[in-house]
């Protein structure tokens, strides 16, 4: 609860934090899987894997805690560069799907099921869009809704343990 209000009132401290603590994870990560590969297997292609993970690990941790503006700017980006390629991918697949497989992913009615899919690929664009135009707003409003997602949850566990244990001076001590 008290996170949500936390990433409520405070949201870009909280996406700046975020992504302080997701570059330091990615160094830690890093060292780690640098010292695998250093003393892991003795050869071959899992030796060079590890090797190569650690060392990108540790320079996008490092790059990520001393830019972490950059970081969410491009982290941004990269999304909406996912949205809208992926609803271009999901209308084309939708549209060039056959009328005799029986069902999709959106149901068995299948000429429904090609609609939604076309739906889905248009809110999608729009959405990749819509961040490529605007990616503070977009991480603002996701930051603040993220926020009152875990208040919510928050609140919800709390009314949960409530209502299985009772209040804490009702117990038996």
């Keep these: 609860m008290i996170l949500g209000l936390v990433i409520i009132f405070y949201p870009g401290l909280s996406l700046l934090l975020f992504v302080e603590i997701f570059g330091a994870f990615l160094v830690i990560a890093g060292i780690f899987e640098i010292a695998f590969g250093v003393s892991g297997p003795k050869s071959g292609v899992m030796k060079g894997s590890f090797l190569i993970q650690g060392i ?32 271009i991918t999901e209308i084309v697949a ?65 009314i949960g343990g409530y209502e299985i244990k009772g209040p804490l001076w009702a117990r038996p001590t």
């Excluded at 490092?62 to 972490?68: K, S």
């Excluded at 076309?118 to 959405?127: C, K, P, Q, T, Y």
């Design 56 to 87: 990108f690990s540790v320079i996008i941790g490092i790059l990520a805690i001393v830019l972490p503006g950059m970081t969410l700017l491009m982290a941004t980006y990269l999304v909406a560069a996912w949205a809208f390629i992926w609803g």
């Design 94 to 158: 939708v549209l060039t799907a056959s009328e005799d497989i029986g069902s999709s992913v959106y149901g068995t009615n299948v000429k429904m099921g090609k609609g939604m899919g076309v739906l889905i690929g248009i809110i999608a664009i729009v959405l990749g869009l819509m961040t490529l135009a605007w990616p503070g707003v977009t991480l603002a409003l996701v930051t603040l809704l993220v926020g009152w997602m875990v208040l919510m949850m928050g609140i919800l566990i709390a």
